[in-house]
Every structure is written in C-alpha cells, then in structure tokens.
C-alpha cells in the first residue's frame, strides 16, 4: 500500500541492520527517503538496493553533532522542500556490567539514543505544527518500559525516550502532529545478535526486523502511540514493573533473563 506516496522521511541509523530494512519498507509504502547514518559507503549501499524510482538522497551525519543535524534538515529540505516523518533509529546498544563500563561510553549512550532524536524532533517541530501535520516515530526498546539489567544506560537511554514519545504525544494531541515509540525485544540480526551467537530464552522470544519495520508502518497509518514488538506476550511484565519492580524482578529471573544477559555482558565485544 503506497500509503506514503509523496511523503518525505529522514530515517536515522538507516545504514545497517533495521536502519535498512526499515528503509525498504518506508520506499515500498512510497515515501520520499533521506537517509542517515554514520557511514556514508553504507548509506550509499543501502540507497542502490532500493526499489527502482525510489526518490533518495543518502546524509553522512552524526547524529550527536549539532552542525550535523542541521545539515541533515538543510538537505531534506532543499530536496523534497518539507518533512513529513522523522524516524529516530539511530542507536547505541551495550551490555556489560555497569561499575565496569567505560565512562566515557555512558554519555554516547545518551546523546545518541536519546538527546538526539530529542532535538531531531525539537528542529522538525515547528514547521510540522505550522501545517498542521507531521509524525515523529521513536525506535525504543522494551529494555526500556521493563529495565534490562546488564544494559542499565541503554535501557535508560531508551526508558527516557519511550516516556518522552509518550508525553510529547499528549502534549501535541489535537494539533495534526503525531508521535509514536516502537519498543522491539530482541531482534534477530541486530545488535548483540549480529555481534554474538546467542539465543535469547525461549519464554520471550525473537523478532526480526521486518517485523520492527512494518511496526513503523503500522504506527503512521494508525497513529498509535506505543507499539511493541515482540513475539511472546510482554505486557504482564511491564505492568508489573509498575506495580512491583520486586515481583517483576523474580519472573525475570524464572524466565531466564537476568541469567542470559548476564551470559552476554561477560562476552567481550557484545
């Protein structure tokens, strides 16, 4: 369904993994694409593996710079003259014992996963609401709405921007604006999938980036505010983070999280 068709995206983290894939599914709805990333050989990979007449200018752009940013809305602008849909994908996933994380590393984590797709937003915002239409789409994570132990500043990272997804979408309810967060669980191919051999317990479960990918569809036809991606239930765990972070604790632990991740964060590179 070309439900997209004449609609400009910037699509962050585009170069890789569900940056790509998301990519194809945003040019096989009919979207207008700017793709951005670090690694502009990628992007440029990506941009050639299109479907044939896809409209696609490819941004070398680190997203934790400000001159960076602004020259990604500069190009997005002068080519296709508005942005109707920012999806911040771009993101940084460590797990490691947290008193033995690099320090420096912490605060990447944050710019990356969460002060930038922040002020991504802050920069598109205004003309959005000028006319009175626009989505903004947050990839977060369900480490984030459940805490992941092992990965404490990526779920914080990612926590901090489900919650502000959440609370930027009431404020701008009724405006024409919307904004929705996608929290996936583990994605096959990505991250410490793509780094490690690893299984992630049977009791959660494993989706894969075309699943991710077309819950970002889903959220810009529909509007939704939050979609999770995961193929076992999830939503009994996130409600009782909330009523008892204790109780949540113990069916982590019977679920066999807390051991498997633990597994991961004694593997060096992960």
Known sequence: MQQLTGKAVILTGASQGLGAVTAHALAAAGADLVLAARSGDKLTEVAHSLPAGTRVITVRCDVTEASDREALVHAALETFGRVDVLVNNAGIEELCFYAEQDPAVIPQVIETNLIAPMLLARALLPAMLARGSGHIVNIASLAGRTGMPFGAAYSGSKGGLAEWSISLAAELSGSGVAVSV????????????????????????????????????????????????????????????????????ALSRKLGLLDFLKRIARRPGV
């Open 182 to 249: 996608v929290c996936p669980g583990f994605v096959d191919g990505t991250g410490m999938f793509s780094r490690k051999h690893v299984d992630a317990p049977k009791s959660l479960g494993v989706s894969h980036p075309e699943e991710v990918a077309q819950a970002v569809l889903k959220v810009l036809e529909t509007r939704k505010v939050e979609v999770v991606v995961n193929p076992k239930p999830v939503r009994l765990l996130m409600a009782l983070r909330a009523l008892s972070p204790e109780t949540a604790l």
